[in-house]
RNA sequence: GGCCUCAUAGUAUAAUGGUUAGUACAACGGGUUUUCAUCCCGUCAAUGUGGGUUCAAUUCCCGCUGAGGUCACCA
């Protein structure tokens, strides 16, 4: 395919959330992959409903996933401006030609008497078309204060959506629908189609609630003599429960939540383009470039994916694996910034990315080294009840316990070098000489230095966190039983 | 209410006329010297319903049911 010109064109009402990203990862995997061109439009024609920094928000999110766009805010382009607040006298002219043609006109209808219509149509059951209400003599001109509404072209219409496939729409679909409003800012329905023409963007993708207003858009073309850019319906992400589509009232998190909790970008591209995209492939795991590579519009699905976190914290989980596995310790260590204990705070880098190389796999997001590493980096409070009442060690007398401790710190001071080889050897000795179970002396000795309900492997804490310290731990425990 | 869209296990999906309906997440069970995880093995689990077309239907057609969307001077 050649110029592929995609765009991602949100209205800076809030933060950008799950529900709603997919509209920007599918327009930029189809603009790479052709190495075609993605746009970012601000659509900030509604001034009611603006948010301050909602710009910024968006910005942020996109690059944060890494969907770099090639015009808009920030980058400038030759179409610009960018936000289509900028961009009215364009819109004006534009709806002067259709004017000129008779295609537009003036309505001075006040709100109050179209909400009359509305009534009486809903009262008989019949569709609300105002078309069958307009004025009888037209004003065919463009004034400030009055908007401006389209004079539809009622027909059968005939067109292909990308996802949704061949599609047909009666004269019913279509209305006067207005253009310009009173405070002279187009409708969405008339400004997309100007920019989208402007700016040469070929495939228009959106979420499928656009679907009923195609046929509108189809007239719009048509009268401005326009040829109709390939349309891509993009069905709903569903809640996690109901079966509404996934938005802020049911709580839908901001995509840069996640991204504060500790999920990667990786996992949540490749667990978003996923969901409702298969390649037809039993993988699961993707890189960008391989989504790049392999995204298809054509095996979107076009039914609604509900959203599942816990698939995504799944494949985040496999993410950091996959970083740390191929890329490096000091790859996933970099990432970690700021989602360490605060305790974690003077330690040297060296240590912080020793314990993540033993803690790593256990991690769901990175925001479970808070939880998780807490030991590495001051005494724990020693809990004598967490230690007796381990469902291995409640079966040990006291004296039993306090035999084992000692035998325990012997050992282990005994060791010359201390190194992951070293500490093992010691311990399987120790298992030997004591003849007890691994699960109640490793309980014994992972409970009496670290105090959590779980850690690494007992060898690999022993030895991040040192001799001293390990010993000093066992010590203070064997005194305080 | 009109119009439009959708329908495979709890979830995401594969299979577009012929398979014991595959895979992943979740759940459950087991294994890897403690725990929690990772990893590995296994178990449970689906074509909404009724008609057609066909030798054969998850797949094509129609009805029904269910779900969603839309009918703004919001996008």
Redesign the pocket.
């Known amino acids: 395919m050649k110029d592929v010109v995609t765009r991602f064109?949100p209205?800076p009402t809030g933060y950008i959330h799950i529900g709603n990203v997919r509209s920007a990862i599918y327009p930029y995997l189809l603009a790479r992959q052709n190495n075609g061109k993605f746009i970012l439009r601000i659509?900030d024609?509604?001034r009611e409903?603006y948010v301050e920094g909602a710009t910024e928000l968006i910005e942020d999110t996109l690059k944060w996933l890494g969907l770099e766009w090639d015009e808009g805010p920030i980058v400038g382009g030759d179409s610009g401006p960018y936000f289509q607040s900028e961009r009215l006298e364009i819109y004006h002219d534009y709806v002067r030609k259709l004017i000129k043609s008779g295609r537009a006109y003036a309505d001075p209808?006040?709100?109050e008497k179209?909400d009359e219509y509305?009534k009486i149509c809903n009262e008989q059951?019949k569709?609300?078309l105002y078309r069958n209400f307009r004025p009888e003599k037209l004003d065919f001109s463009f004034k400030e204060g009055v908007?401006i509404r389209f004079l539809s072209d009622p027909k059968d219409r005939k067109w292909t959506d990308a996802v949704?496939?061949e599609?047909?729409?009666?004269p019913?679909?279509q209305d006067d629908i207005?253009l310009i409003?009173?405070?002279g800012?187009p409708?969405?329905?008339f400004a997309h189609i100007v920019d989208d023409a402007e700016m040469g963007v070929t495939h228009v993708m959106r979420g499928?609630?656009?679907?009923?207003?195609t046929p509108n858009y189809l007239a719009l073309y048509e009268a401005l003599g326009l040829k109709a850019p390939i349309l891509v319906s993009l069905p709903?992400i569903?809640a996690p429960t109901?079966?509404?589509?996934l938005g802020k009232r049911d709580g839908a998190k901001s995509v840069t939540e996640y991204r504060d909790d500790g999920v990667l970008a990786e996992a949540m591209l490749n667990y978003l383009a996923?969901?409702?995209w298969?390649d037809?492939t039993?993988q699961?795991i993707y890189t960008k470039d391989e989504l790049i590579q392999r995204f298809s519009l054509d095996?979107v699905?076009?039914?609604?994916?509900?959203y599942?976190e816990?698939?995504l914290l799944?494949m985040n989980?496999?993410w950091i694996?996959r970083i740390f596995d191929k890329n490096g310790a000091e790859a996933l260590y970099n990432k970690t910034e700021g989602f360490w204990p605060e305790t974690a705070k003077s330690y040297s880098d060296e240590y912080r990315l020793k314990v993540l190389s033993i803690i790593y796999?256990?991690l769901k997001t990175l925001g479970d080294l808070r939880e998780m590493t807490g030991y590495f980096f001051n005494d724990p409070e020693i809990d004598t009840e967490m230690l007796k009442g381990n469902k291995?060690l409640k079966k040990l007398s006291e004296a039993e316990l306090e035999d084992l401790m000692k035998k325990s710190i012997a050992k282990l001071s005994s060791v010359q070098d201390w190194n992951e080889e070293t500490l093992?050897d010691a311990?399987?000795l120790l298992?030997e000489e004591t003849e007890q179970k691994?699960?109640v002396l490793?309980?014994l000795i992972?409970i009496a230095i670290s105090f959590a309900?779980?850690?690494?492997?007992?060898n690999l804490t022993l030895n991040v966190l040192g001799r001293e310290t390990s010993l000093a731990r066992l010590n203070a425990v064997a005194r305080s039983i």
């Open positions: 064109a209205s659509e024609t509604d409903r209808t006040p709100p179209i509305r059951k569709p609300f908007p949704m496939g599609m047909a729409a009666g019913e679909t207005i409003k009173k405070d800012y409708t969405y329905n499928v609630e656009y679907l009923s207003s709903h569903l109901g079966n509404k589509k996923c969901l409702g298969n037809g039993e699961e095996r699905q076009n039914s609604g994916a509900r599942d816990t698939k799944w989980g496999q694996r796999d256990r291995f093992q311990l399987n298992l691994p699960a490793f309980s992972r309900p779980f850690s690494p492997a007992l």
